[in-house]
Structures are given as C-alpha cells and as structure tokens.
C-alpha cells in the first residue's frame, strides 16, 4: 500500500468525490463537528442501502484490542462493496494493538475500509507514524477565527443551493460563537425561519441572530464613525449590561475592526481618483447599499494616519482581551476613548 496523503477537512471534503477509495483514513482533531461530518460522508459513499447491520461496524480503542479490530476487516461484506469498519478513539489503544494495525495496513484486506479517529496522534511512536504513513491524513481543526466561520458557512450554502450575500454572511458570522456547532444550529435556525427560502436577505440574519444584538453594534459602528465619545460609550455600556462580557468584547472588536478596514478602503479608492459613486456601486459589496453612503462620510473624519493607528488600537486590545487579566469593559472603554481622541 503506498504512502497517502493529508488533508484538511474542508479540503477533503471538497475533493472526496473525485477520489478513488483507501484502505484506511485516519481523522484527527479536537473539532468533533467535522470529524463526524467527515465520518458520514465516508459511510455513505461506501454503504449501500440496507446493508448497515450487516457492512458497517463501529468499536472503540478504549475497550476493544487490535484483533478484535482485524477480525472486523477480515470479514467480508454481506451486501455492500465494502465492509465499513469505524475505530473511535484509537488514540487510546494499547502499543500492542496499535502495532496489530500497522502491520495489518502493509497488506490490507481489498474489500474492508478503516476508518480511525483520534483527537491527537503522538508521531514519536513507531506504530502511529506508520500507521499515518499508510492512511489518508485527515486533521479537522477548531475554527480559529470568523473567517474559518465564513468559510464553513459559504460551503454549506452551495451544497443546499442558497444565497447569500456578503454582507448578511459577515454579519452572521460575525454574531455568533467561533464554534462550527453553534454556527450550524444557528444555521438551521435561521433556515427555518426563513422558511426554506433560497435566497436569505441581511434582515433575515439580523432577525434570526438578534435584532438588539446586531442594531446596537452597527449603532457603535456610526457613532465611532463620526467620532461622538460620549453616545459610543453609552452603546458600549448597554452592550456590557445586557450580553456575556468575554463574548461580546471579542464581538465588538472584529466588527469595529471590519468597520475601519471599509473606511480605510474608501480612503485608498479616492487616492486612486476613483469617484464616490463608483465606490459606492462597485466597491463596497459586503455593505448594505442603503448604508454605503454613510461610509463616505465617516471616511471624512479619519485620516490615514488616524486609520493606522486605530488598527494598532484594535489590535493591541484583542492581545489584551486574550492575555491580560482585566475587566473587558475597561478594555473596551479605553479602546473607544482611543478612537475618538484625534492624534496629537
């Protein structure tokens, strides 16, 4: 059997139906939404209807050992192409089994497909590294900010066919947790209440996330824009009293963030002598038309040195969010105080 290769999970997904069946895959990772979606789509390309009971079989590291596991694969398929069998957290099996499946993979049977899962695989054992030598790597990786998010969502629009536009997915990414189970469950929150609709609209976010929520941050976002300290400030407590403090701090900083870089767009589009009509038709996508003209107002208030240093701002506050063990509220406060003072 020769060496297989790694993966992401989006990447996997994205490339599964294009490839030729293995012998075994082997799924890492700490993210338990993708390692299950990454399970599922294996079983169902490889199980045939009704041969479940029969072709696919599910054990755990914990308490079975490797020739429980080989008498499995040794098997062959009742109704199906292929027998499936799921090893689960085969991180925990003793050294002996482990070497059982090493040895097993250097010949593995035709008609049976592996399928391991662990949640981290030591390298510096010799049976582990074969193993992973012979099985096709896939690592499922927590989100690691809105962008992950973002990506995830767009995915999942095309494989149900619906739209929607910048605007409303920045925003629905932007309101919820960085956890793909969240955002799934918000997901299909939101489907149904849009009633299965194929084209779902920034209002149909907004309702579903949270009308308060979304309304109060891009309250902020205008009122920073024409620099009013003492109306930011007030927002940013209302925030504070009726919302989680570690969430919502993160909240606000990647969407004060987000509202900066549309600014420091408008700004580089004029240096271009790009006009304001064009920016507002052509540029500014991921912003609400309704609402685009407003950002060339803001853009007014802010100088290039002002937008750099507000950045410097907003990042030193996110490394102060996540490292310094501060109230967020004055986090928050001094960053806005910040923001609206003019440099000196």
Known sequence: ???????????????????????????????????????????????????????????????????????????????AKYRQVILKNFDRMKLDAKNLIAEYLENPV???????????????????????????????LQPYNQEDIIRWLRAELRQRDIFMNNEAINLFANSIETDYMIASNELEKLIILTKNARDITLDDVIESVGKSRANTIFELQNNLGRK??????????????????????????TMITRFFFQLWKVMALRKKNISDSEITSRHLNDI????????????????????????????????????????EE???????????RDIR
């Open 228 to 253: 009013d300290l003492k109306k930011s400030l007030s927002i940013l407590e209302n925030m504070f009293a009726n919302e989680d403090p570690p969430k919502i701090a993160v909240f606000i900083v």
């Open 1 to 79: 059997m020769k060496d297989q290769k790694s993966y992401r999970h989006y990447e996997f997904l994205q490339e599964f139906k294009k490839q030729k069946p293995v012998p075994a895959y082997l799924i890492t990772g700490p993210e338990t939404y993708y390692i299950d979606k990454v399970i599922k789509i294996i079983i169902d390309r490889f199980v045939t209807s009704g041969s479940e009971d029969f072709d696919l079989i599910t054990l755990y590291g914990d308490d079975c050992s490797g020739v429980n596991v080989l008498e499995q694969l040794e098997m062959m398929p009742f109704m």
């Open 288 to 327: 609400y038309y309704k609402y685009r003209s407003n950002y060339l107002g803001y853009a007014n208030n802010y100088t290039n040195e002002k937008l750099k240093h507000n950045f410097s701002l907003l990042l030193q506050a996110d490394i102060e969010l996540k490292s310094l063990n501060i109230k």
């Open 330 to 340: 004055i986090i928050l406060e001094t960053l806005i105080f910040n923001i609206c």
């Open 110 to 140: 035709p008609t049976s497909i592996l399928i391991l899962t662990a949640e981290k695989i030591d390298g510096r054992i010799t049976a582990n590294k074969n193993i992973s030598r012979k099985t096709l790597n896939i690592t499922c």
